[in-house]
């Protein structure tokens, strides 16, 4: 494995990896907007034409073009035709908070804590391996990532989340491990880190950040390990307080339900 990886590059690769399971125009389009929402398909960014994506995804290609109807409906997508055409993303920034909130409250408790512990497994087994395999350059580089970042914007403080994880698995030296971090980070990364909406769980990924690079520095694959499962239980945690306010609004919004009142 390369000593730093290049978190662009492979990640556009996550994004448009084939699908598991079933080839259903909700998975690509969801796979498309969680990319769009974070960054990774920037504002203006040209996507596949609709038989790349079909070949891409492992899909149909009426399958693709019903996922690029849906982002376009949202919003997320605008298309173009003739010379120079294509769909581009035409999304900014704009929404972000409530297309993420519209898919909390899409998913169950249960869900949610089954993906968060298979994340935390991923990562636990990369970090266990970093702090064997890892170098005394790329600890530094690791050191690089963390302290350079800009934690002051929540999209910036995400990214540099995705790129920490992607770089300490990279560090496992498992091509298969690495895989899977992308895998799970193009499909719940989005969702996962919604806590660092707020500057202090900012502030302290950043310090749990900080412990993972200094126990692999040590080579103390044990701490490593306990600190990164501890950043994704904690993330879960936040989710599900999250779902249940939001839960909570809306039954509020919606207000009783008593059904039709008799005419007197």
């Known amino acids: 494995m390369p000593q730093s990886i290049r978190p662009r590059t492979v990640t556009h690769a996550a994004v448009f990896a084939p699908l598991e399971g079933a080839g259903r125009a909700e998975l690509v389009a969801q796979r498309l907007t969680d990319a769009i929402v974070l960054g990774i398909l920037a504002d203006g ?25 849906a ?22 920034g704009a929404g972000h ?42 600890v530094d580089n690791l050191r690089r990532i963390v302290e350079s970042a800009d934690i002051v914007q929540e999209g910036a403080a995400r990214r540099a989340q995705g790129t920490f994880r992607l770089e300490v698995s990279a560090l496992s030296q498992s091509a298969r491990l690495v895989r899977e971090e992308l895998r799970l980070q193009s499909e719940f990364g989005p969702l996962l880190w919604l806590c660092l909406r707020n500057p202090d769980y900012r502030a302290r990924c950043r310090e749990t950040q900080r412990g993972i690079v200094a126990a692999i520095e040590d ?42 009142k008799e005419e007197e």
């Open 45 to 69: 960014e040209r996507l596949p034409t609709e038989s790349l994506l079909a070949r891409q995804f492992g899909v149909a290609t009426v399958t693709a073009r019903e996922a690029l109807d």
């Open 97 to 138: 908070g409530r297309l993420q909130d519209e898919r909390l409250l899409g998913l169950s408790r249960v869900q949610l804590r089954d993906l968060g512990a298979h994340y935390a497994a991923i990562a636990a087994m990369t970090a266990e391996l970093a702090a064997d395999r890892a170098s005394e350059s790329d």
């Open 219 to 260: 080579q103390d694959g044990e701490t490593a390990r306990r600190l990164s499962v501890f950043q994704i239980t904690d993330a879960i945690e936040w989710l599900i307080e999250a779902k249940a306010v939001l839960e909570t609004t809306a039954e509020n919004t919606a207000g009783p339900t008593n059904g039709p």
């Open 71 to 92: 982002l376009r409906r949202k919003g997320l997508v605008a298309t173009k035709r003739g010379r120079g055409g294509g769909s581009f993303v035409t999304y900014a």
